[in-house]
């Protein structure tokens, strides 16, 4: 019978090919290493295993012919063998140990192989297993939230560090969404078609510099490496939610196909309320605000690629990615209006009812030509995004009596009408050039983007108001990064230079609104290996916050009758200069990562809100968006794994300081705070079946400017059990406690408000999924994708 490690699809009688994998430096055997087998004859990739601690792998189960192997581990050069060839009268043939030289231009990283299956924390970046994560039933968001360092609040709001201005990418590029409607993206994602988060909190110049506080980059599975395979998982959760996908991998020569599609709906029950004291009057008076409402979405996403081989050197790929999303909400809001001694002197509802659906269509294709792995690459890339959506708000006041019964006024209903088309046109070419131990990567990417927005907005007064717009968007970019490697010493520079044509014009006055500016992005990474299990780092990067559409558009829009939401034109983009220390010590147990970091953002963008008053005692909540002069953050990141036997755990720990200047626009406007967060997770593998799995979130609260941000805090548990080697049973309970919550104090000298909503997390989901077919080998990630793409690797 097998072992581990060993390839299952062609075990049994026939040939059969042991060895082991071993560093080239130090002779240390090489665990979880991948072992390819090629056939000669028509360079098809037949079968594969991963080395066992020890660093041995045998593969059983080959027909008779002639092969050789490709062997590749992250942060090491991948190898070929000489040929084998497997015959009647030699049916077992015994390779000499294969050794991997430490990649001699990749900034390497210190990673325990044996934690790998859960996470690996590297001098750039974490990486981190969804498979790992309970999230059984869940979407992207919920993967997200089980993720150090990440926070997502009750809206979907992702942020890193505690700063929301986070990077977004799909596959190790910009997400096709921003906003609201990414979120809503996000969502529609399920977490079975995640394969892991990359956290990058400090980017090179290679990358986009878009993101205050770094990138987050979600990988989704895809590119499967054996035969054909495939797999569907089914689900059902409390309060109507359920969900089911199926994906279908087929490899065979030069092509690859993957594709997966996905289909989740669900139901939410949220509750809040809002407590208002209006200070503006004489005596005071009191407006509390209570909520009930649900909402109920459904989305459709589908995913596929192909890769095809032209030959050992050159691949072209193609991807698409579809999603449809479609949401129905309604809340019905119960207003009293109080005086001094706290005597009801108004009652009125307002009901708020929300329709949306929207498309959004993702193409890409690319080419790379891959002469050396990491070391003489060219790669382009042409990409083509468009998003569509409708969205409609409907506001209706129901005026009451004293005692709450109807008061027989009619008032007219107002609404909101949205359309909004988005296209996005991006091509980019890379080039790797490796001269001995230093490598430079350069690159130009260039980006057309416009979005076209109508908004139709029907008062009380029933008189149509309109607003269209048109925003325009071009950056051309160019970027070079030089990685030298000096013994354990490794230094990388890199310079980014951009210019950006942005032009806002409204359509129903005319007016334009151009911003064009130049920007370079300086970036730079010090690394050096203390021991061989042991580093220290110095990185620093430039970043940029670039307003979107709607924090510039000026029309007024309104969330309901009391509060409205007005644009800036005159928003100037953020830049932020990042610095950060750390050092990282690993062990065959675990790892601890230590990063103190430091951030000076200049023209922070930030949401204010003013209140205006209607009448005596009634008041509307103004929002919009300014410039502040400085915003600085210092704190220190902690994440750390560890590995005992049955029980696997990692989490992470996060406290930081922020202050920010807005005396540039009001000599009040300003905050000092220090905040925390930690997050942790827990396996434990009871048995070879069976394994439970729970995390732990908790946000303590945090000022910001205008306001408070009270302590939010959540906890989910799973099991997993494996019903044979195809299917396997999963629940989840997620947030058994309904701590979930988002709770905000606001206060000058014209009013105090308190605001807490609640939004329906609690759920228990029970997942179903079966596999078939050979079991999909995905590629590893990038910046060595290339060396699975090309068998023609160096022989050892």
Excluded: C
């Excluded at 993702?362 to 083509?384: K, W």
């Excluded at 990417?445 to 139709?456: C, E, F, I």
Aim: net charge neutral; no cysteine.
């Amino acid at each position: 019978m097998p072992g581990p490690g060993m390839a299952g699809p062609q075990q049994g009688p026939g040939g059969r090919i042991q060895g082991s994998v071993v560093d080239a430096a130090s002779g240390r055997p090489l665990q979880a290493a991948s072992i390819a087998v090629w056939s000669r004859a028509d360079s098809t990739l037949v079968t594969g295993a991963v080395a066992r601690p020890d660093g041995s792998f045998r593969i059983e189960g080959l027909r008779p012919g002639r092969y050789y192997l490709r062997v590749s581990s992250l942060g090491y050069t991948s190898a070929r063998s000489e040929d084998v060839t497997i015959s009647p009268a030699a049916p077992q043939v015994d390779v000499p140990p294969i050794r991997l030289a430490a990649s001699a231009v990749q900034i390497e990283g210190l990673q325990v192989t044996a934690e790998r299956n859960t996470a690996a924390l590297a001098p750039d970046r974490n990486t981190y297993q969804a498979r790992e994560l309970p999230t059984a039933g869940g979407n992207a968001t919920d993967v997200l939230r089980n993720v150090p360092a990440v926070d997502v609040d009750g809206d979907g709001k992702v942020s890193l560090r505690g700063n929301s201005n986070v990077a977004i990418q799909i596959n190790g590029r910009a997400a096709p969404l921003t906003g609201d409607q990414l979120t809503r993206f996000l969502q529609s994602l399920p977490a079975n078609t995640v394969d892991r988060v990359e956290v990058i909190p400090n980017p090179s110049a290679k990358y986009d510099p878009d993101g205050m506080a770094g990138i987050i980059n979600i990988v989704l599975k895809q590119n499967t490496d054996l035969g054909t395979s495939g797999g569907i998982l089914l689900g059902v959760g409390t309060g109507n939610r359920y969900n089911a996908s199926g994906n279908l991998g087929w490899q065979k020569g030069r092509l690859t196909l993957f594709g997966n599609y996905a289909f989740n709906n669900e139901e939410r029950d949220v509750t809040g309320f809002n407590w208002r004291e209006n200070r503006f009057t004489t005596p005071l008076t009191f407006q509390q605000q209570d909520s009930d409402g649900h909402f109920d979405a459904q989305t459709h996403t589908f995913n596929g690629t192909a890769d095809l081989r032209l030959n050992r050197q050159n691949v072209l790929s193609t991807a698409l990615l579809f999603s449809h999303r479609g949401l129905d909400a309604g809340q019905t809001d119960f207003f009293q209006v109080l005086d001094a001694g706290r005597t009801v002197t108004r009652r009125y509802d307002n009901l708020n009812g929300t329709d949306d659906s929207g498309n959004t269509v993702d193409y890409s294709l690319s080419y790379r030509r891959t002469l050396q792995p990491q070391r003489n690459e060219l790669s382009s890339e042409v990409r083509f995004i468009r998003s569509s959506g409708q969205t409609g708000n409907t506001f209706d006041l129901d005026l009451l009596n004293l005692d709450g019964t109807p008061s027989g006024i009619f008032v007219a209903p107002t609404r909101n009408d949205i359309e909004s088309t988005t296209n996005n046109l991006n091509a980019q070419l890379d080039y790797t050039r490796a001269f001995g131990d230093a490598k430079l990567e350069t690159g130009y990417k260039g980006t057309a983007r416009r979005l076209d927005n109508s908004v139709d907005y029907t008062p009380q007064t029933a008189t149509l108001v309109s607003n269209a717009l048109r925003y325009s968007e071009y950056v051309n970019a160019a970027y070079g990064v030089l990685t030298y490697n000096a013994g354990r010493a490794s230094v990388q520079g890199g310079l980014r230079l951009e210019q950006a044509n942005n032009t806002f014009h409204l359509n129903n006055n005319g007016s334009d609104y151009d911003n064009n500016y130049f920007s370079f992005f300086p970036s730079g990474l010090v690394a050096y290996n203390l021991s061989e299990t042991r580093q220290v780092k110095a990185s620093y990067s430039k970043r940029i916050q670039r307003p979107d559409s709607r924090l510039l558009n000026p029309f007024p829009y309104y969330e309901d009758p009391e509060n409205v939401i007005i644009g800036n034109p005159s928003l100037r983009p953020e830049y932020t200069h990042a610095f950060e220390l750390g050092f990282q010590q690993s062990s065959p147990r675990g790892s601890i990562q230590v990063t103190p970091y430091y951030r000076h953002t200049t023209d922070a963008v930030r949401r204010t809100r003013d209140v205006q008053t209607i009448g005596r005692d009634s008041v509307i909540t103004v929002a919009t968006f300014q410039n502040l002069a400085t915003s600085n953050s210092w704190g220190t990141d902690v994440n750390g794994s560890l590995r005992m036997g049955k029980l696997t755990a990692f989490g992470g720990f996060n406290v930081f300081r922020i202050e920010t200047d807005g005396s540039n626009v009001d000599t009040n406007l300003h905050t000092e705070a220090v905040s925390w967060m930690t997050r942790g997770n827990l396996s434990w593998k009871a048995s070879a079946k069976t394994d439970f799995q729970g995390m732990f979130m908790y946000r303590a609260p945090q000022n910001v400017e205008q306001g408070r941000i009270e302590s939010m805090s959540m906890i989910n548990l799973a099991m997993r059990q494996k019903l044979n080697d195809k299917a396997t049973l999963s629940l989840r309970l997620q947030d058994p406690f309904n701590s979930m919550r988002f709770k905000f104090v606001t206060s000058d000298e014209r009013y105090l408000q308190q605001t807490e909503r609640r939004f329906g997390n609690r759920a228990l989901f029970l997942n179903f999924s079966y596999n078939f077919g050979r079991p999909p080998r995905i590629r590893q990630p990038k910046p060595d994708e290339s060396q699975a793409e090309d068998p023609r690797t160096t022989p050892y």
